[in-house]
């Protein structure tokens, strides 16, 4: 059918050509149904009239432009022939050539450069491009030279229905209020078709529902869905599926159509009334149940949803109204019983409630549908339950006088089992709240007794609490918390409320106030303290002073005369007896120390010592003071200086006179012990004849050369040991590579020349019973006693 239809069209074209180009061109202007073969005119000459006249040749444009046309998605074994270009400088010798260029020039259109034909060689899609511009212009076939400036010219592509109808948002959800009214909007929707809407009905769209009805209907042109029928109930369908329809050309037959689709929501409103699901409850609960506890739960069903299924509970009737209460619970739905005062099983086994649902969101819209609540009865059955014992009160409050008696009742409680068994009640304090142990109580009837003496200005409370217990069952027990005031009595004496210390003027006047005192009393009287001041009553008539009592309580101390002198009196002391106002009242005596010192001649006291007077003049005690204590500061110094000097000076070594022993000189470090071989050679001691040389030091690295010490001459045997230890302590101070770390020195040399000869062990080589202890009381009194000693040991030892 195509190919039929390319050759039907240029079998129309050639007859059309011949006639465009034998008409004039006045008729060149008249537009072409298909695309037009693009023609010159023949130029204009224009000639001169008379002699004379020039003639003026112009030549005036040689194309007649029209616009050209193709038909879209055109496909067909050739190419489809668009137009031809041609002009009036074509003799038809072929030495024209034309040439295109512009958009598609050479992919998708293409030019005979002979003829003028042009063709498309590709199928167009309008929707992809509606126009080609183009640019032709005639030139030389041999030198490519321009006959004619280039014009542009252009190819629309004319549509056809091609395309189909989109729903490009699709598929689409809208919701609308159940029980809406007939013809209730509830939404639209937009299909968009790709032809072109100018050009014959290709674009031009029709909607109508496929699938809805008789729910929903739609406008055809504005596609405004709207409902079909009233009041649908979204408690019967909440849920409708809507297929829509776009057809184009009108809705014509040969139209093309597209679909798409509409889910639409009923939303809740408030419609339907709560409802309980059964008219009667039962609950049962014991009697001990906690405050607060929920004793059981009712539901209210509402076919609503969201906030309109939301329903509020309450008591309306019954008579346990003040015991019971209903809450709403949000998140189920339902109302809770629970219990505001405690129960009591003895006095009322069970209780009836009516209770009521109510709808909190109603619609005005739907009020004349009746009311939006309900009702229901509630029927409560108390259980029996061995409870604690209960006191008569709460708490107790008890008052005793703070001189009361020991074992005096101070006040008692009471309590009672609450059961029908009535079991009895054994009572007692809680020793964690009486830890002085200040009360007793009577297990039987309660009665509490002082069992120590109180003290109100210690505590003027004592909180304590009683523990009931019910004998049969020990685990049921009770406690109430009972305060006990300790009431005032007066028992102690007023006094002086701070330590006083007066001081008078030497230079003051008489009548002059020297003080004003006042008093404290720990008791608390009820109607306030009010004191009484007195002097004694030897100095009531005092030469030096007086007493003048003041409005608020206090006293005030007034001199009687002048010329006080502090040289011949420093300090007064006045008595004063204060009194309180109490029954029977009480009374003690403070003394106010008085002193005379100098001031000025405003009043300023400047001294109060009689050693000013004899201070030398700008020098103040302060001063004197600081001086003596820098003096014996010295003093102390010097003192310390000469004790360590002279205790440095002590020899360790014992003299002449004095036993000759082993010494152990301690210092406060550690030694290298028995293994540390390096500090001394022994042999130097235990044969000090072989040293000829000075012996170095291993252990340590000496900072200052020392001269090796001479060897010791050989002596004659009388040498003294205390000389020889003399010399070594002398050679150890002055020998700068001494240790300083503590040693043990040990001496094993005796001397020679002794005439007991060598009393170490370690160097004998006799037995004990060879050896002859008489001679030890040759050598003096001092060794006679050892000698003793010895002489006995070894006559037992015969024995």
Same mark, same amino acid.
């Given at each position: ?242 297929? $829509? ?381 600081? $001086? ?8 102390? $110094? ?162």
């Amino acid at each position: 059918m195509p190919e039929r239809l390319a050759e039907m069209l240029v079998d129309l074209w050639t007859p059309l050509m011949i006639l465009w180009i034998t008409l004039p061109p006045c008729v060149h202007t008249a537009p072409m149904n298909q695309s037009q073969v693009l023609m010159s005119g023949s130029p204009l000459e224009l000639h001169r009239l008379s002699e004379g006249q020039r003639v003026l040749n112009r030549s005036k444009r040689g194309w007649v432009w029209n616009q050209m046309f193709v038909l879209e998605e055109f496909s067909g074994p050739e190419p489809i022939l668009v137009g031809r270009l041609h002009t009036d400088l074509d003799p038809g010798s072929k030495k024209i050539k034309y040439i295109l260029s512009g958009d598609g020039a050479g992919t998708i259109f293409q030019i005979n450069d002979i003829t003028g034909d042009i063709h498309a060689i590709k199928r167009l899609d309008r929707e992809e491009k509606a126009e080609y511009t183009l640019t032709a212009q005639a030139v030389d076939w041999e030198t490519n030279k321009p006959l004619e400036p280039p014009s542009e010219f252009i190819i629309k592509v004319q549509d056809i229905n091609d395309n189909a109808p989109e729903f490009l948002n699709g598929p689409y959800h809208a919701t609308v209020p159940e029980m809406s009214i007939l013809g209730t909007s509830v939404t639209n929707v937009t299909a968009t078709d790709a032809d072109d809407p100018v050009y014959g009905n290709s674009a031009k769209l029709v909607y109508s529902i496929l699938e809805g009805q008789p729910y929903f209907s739609i406008e055809p042109e504005t596609a405004i869905i709207k409902t079909a029928l009233p009041n649908m109930d979204r408690e019967a369908k909440e849920e409708y599926l809507v297929v $829509i329809q776009a057809k184009d050309m009108g809705g014509h037959s040969g139209g093309l159509s597209g679909t798409t689709t509409l889910t639409v929501t009923l939303s809740d409103v408030n419609d339907n009334p709560p409802k309980f699901a059964q008219s009667l409850y039962h609950f049962s609960v014991p009697e001990d149940v906690v405050l607060g506890t929920a004793i059981g739960r009712v539901k209210a069903n509402d076919q609503d949803i969201g906030e309109n299924a939301q329903s509020s509970y309450d008591i309306i009737d019954g008579d346990g109204t003040a015991l019971f209460e209903i809450t709403s619970d949000a998140q189920a739905q339902d109302g809770i019983i629970r219990l505001r005062k405690p129960l009591d099983f003895e006095t009322k086994k069970s209780y009836t409630l009516k209770v009521e649902a109510a709808n909190i969101h109603i619609d005005p819209r739907f009020s004349g549908r009746g009311p939006f609540k309900d009702t229901a009865t509630v029927k409560i059955v108390v259980e029996d339950a061995d409870e604690p014992p209960v006191f008569s009160s709460p708490t107790y409050l008890l008052e005793v006088h703070e001189n009361a008696a020991l074992n005096s009742v101070i006040g008692q409680v009471t309590a009672r089992d609450p059961d029908i068994t009535s079991s009895p009640i054994r009572f007692s304090i809680d020793r964690h709240t009486d830890l002085e142990r200040q009360f007793n109580i009577n297990a039987d009837d309660g009665k509490i007794t002082l069992a120590t003496p109180l003290d109100r200005e210690l505590s003027v409370w004592h909180n304590i609490t009683i523990i009931a217990t019910e004998i049969r069952n020990h685990s049921q027990i009770s406690r109430v918390p009972v305060a006990i005031k300790v009431l005032d009595v007066n028992d102690n004496a007023p006094e002086f409320a701070s330590e006083y210390e007066a001081f008078l003027c030497e230079n003051g006047k008489p009548g002059q106030v020297i003080q004003t005192v006042s008093a404290m009393d720990r008791d608390d009287p009820k109607s306030g303290h009010y004191f009484l001041y007195s002097l004694l009553p030897e100095m009531v008539n005092n030469p030096n002073f007086t007493i003048k009592k003041n409005e608020d309580n206090s006293l005030s101390i007034l001199a009687k005369h002048n010329g006080f002198n502090r040289q011949k009196q420093e300090v007064y002391l006045l008595p004063i007896v204060i009194s309180d106002s109490g029954n029977p009242p009480l009374s003690s005596t403070s003394t106010l120390t008085i002193r005379v010192c100098g001031c000025s001649n405003d009043g300023v006291v400047q001294s109060c010592n009689v050693e000013a007077y004899v201070l030398p003049i700008g020098l103040s005690m302060g001063a004197l003071i600081a $001086i003596l204590a820098c003096i014996i500061l010295l003093l102390v $110094i010097v003192v310390l200086f000469v004790t360590l000097r002279r205790h440095k000076n002590e020899p360790l070594i014992i003299k002449d006179d004095e036993d000759v022993r082993e010494n152990i000189i301690r210092y406060d470090d550690e030694g290298g012990g028995e293994e540390d071989t390096e500090a001394f050679d022994i042999a130097t001691l235990q044969n000090p004849d072989g040293i000829n040389g000075f012996l170095p030091r291993k252990d340590i690295k000496p900072d200052l050369q020392f001269m090796p010490r001479q060897g010791l001459a050989p002596v004659p045997n009388g040498v003294d040991v205390d000389e020889f230890i003399n010399v070594r302590l002398h050679e150890a101070d002055n020998d700068p590579t001494a240790p300083p770390y503590d040693s043990i020195q040990i001496y094993g040399y005796e001397g020679r020349g002794s005439v007991a000869g060598s009393l170490s062990s370690l160097e004998s080589t006799t037995s004990d019973s060879d050896q002859n202890f008489d001679y030890l009381s040759d050598w003096g009194p001092r060794f006679k006693r050892l000698g003793e000693l010895y002489s006995v040991g070894e006559s037992d030892k015969e024995t």
